[in-house]
């Protein structure tokens, strides 16, 4: 939501809203150039975006142009982080523990951000299968995706908290 600070003037203020919380920040908008003071939290975030800032701010022909696409850029830019940061500590004890119940035997890899487990299993005839399982930011909430070599679809699902 974009608001006018005074009227006459070529000032907006606003709130980003993204998973991560809200944002405040201003905007100067002037014929030749357009001017972003956004909070401190905001601008960190913002901080190794700064060629696409400069494009939206450029290429916009009016401030909520600039809101709306300022918003979508801070919220990649927290879902990305949210990736590369991991699961929480309770969340890395579950699987420890799933996997153990899975058994360390059928464990091939774990990435260190814990995001793919790979495992294998062998089937009755002796063959040997892989399946990748690759954990959301919203494990165990959400279900993992998985992906394998198998001659039907394998797709989890499950209700409420996941478990391997």
Same mark, same amino acid.
Not at 42 to 61: G, T, Y
């Given at each position: 939501?974009?608001?006018?600070?005074?009227? @006459? &003037?070529?000032?907006?203020?606003?709130?980003?809203? +993204?998973?991560? @919380?809200? %944002?405040?920040? +201003?905007?100067?908008?002037?014929? +030749?150039?357009?001017? #972003?003071?956004?909070?401190?939290?905001?601008?960190?975030?913002?901080?190794?975006?700064?060629?696409?800032?400069?494009?939206?701010?450029?290429? !916009? !022909?009016?401030?909520?142009?600039?809101? $709306?696409? #300022?918003? +979508?850029?801070?919220?990649? /830019?927290?879902?990305?982080?949210?990736?590369?940061?991991?699961?929480?500590? $309770?969340?890395?004890?579950? #699987?420890?523990?799933?996997?153990?119940?899975? @058994?360390?035997?059928? /464990?091939? $890899?774990?990435?260190? !951000?814990?995001?793919?487990?790979?495992?294998?299993? /062998?089937?009755?005839? *002796?063959?040997? &299968?892989? =399946?990748?399982? &690759?954990?959301?930011? *919203?494990?165990?909430?959400?279900?993992?995706? =998985?992906?394998?070599?198998?001659?039907?679809? %394998?797709?989890?699902? =499950?209700?409420?908290?996941?478990?391997?």
């Amino acid at each position: 939501m974009l608001l006018v600070e005074q009227e @006459g &003037h070529n000032r907006y203020s606003g709130v980003l809203e +993204t998973s991560a @919380g809200q %944002f405040w920040l +201003t905007l100067t908008w002037l014929p +030749t150039k357009t001017e #972003l003071y956004p909070e401190w939290r905001l601008e960190e975030l913002l901080r190794d975006a700064q060629r696409e800032v400069a494009r939206i701010l450029k290429s !916009s !022909s009016e401030p909520e142009q600039v809101f $709306a696409q #300022l918003e +979508t850029l801070t919220e990649r /830019i927290v879902s990305s982080r949210a990736l590369n940061e991991g699961p929480s500590s $309770a969340t890395v004890q579950q #699987l420890l523990t799933e996997l153990q119940a899975i @058994g360390p035997q059928h /464990i091939t $890899a774990i990435s260190d !951000s814990f995001h793919e487990v790979k495992l294998e299993v /062998i089937d009755k005839a *002796g063959r040997r &299968h892989m =399946c990748t399982v &690759h954990l959301s930011t *919203g494990y165990p909430q959400r279900p993992p995706k =998985c992906t394998t070599a198998l001659p039907v679809p %394998f797709t989890p699902t =499950c209700n409420g908290n996941c478990r391997l």
